[in-house]
């Protein structure tokens, strides 16, 4: 009896007081620090907006196409300007260079 006992306490125990593991949710982002980034399919055939965002850090953009050449390099020296990449096609890579960190927005 008293396992029985025991035995219902312990499974209410770990029922009510169980945690139930879900997956968080990974927020997306426009904002781009230095490294190498293999474009989305979304942006294929768009131009896109680039803005410094740290005013004080320059950045260096470079769009690398699929054969390995690059086909635009910008200097953002300036946070109050706003530059337009593209067309972008499928498999090009970004190449952000510096401290600073861009924004890139549809």
Avoid: W
Avoid at 49 to 63: E, M
Wanted: glycine fraction near 8%; charge should be positive; charged fraction near 15%.
């Amino acid at each position: 009896m008293k396992t029985k006992r025991f035995l219902i306490i312990f499974l209410i125990c770990i029922f009510s007081f169980g945690n139930i593991a879900q997956a968080l949710q990974v927020p997306l982002s426009n904002t781009f620090k230095q490294g190498i980034y293999p474009l989305p399919a979304d942006h294929d055939g768009h131009y896109r907006k680039v803005k410094l965002i740290t005013p004080d850090k320059p950045v260096s953009i470079s769009i690398i196409d699929s054969n390995g050449s690059q086909i635009l390099f910008m200097n953002i020296s300036n946070a109050t300007y706003t530059f337009q990449m593209g067309p972008i096609k499928k498999g090009e890579i970004v190449i952000i260079t510096g401290e600073g960190e861009v924004s890139i927005e549809h």
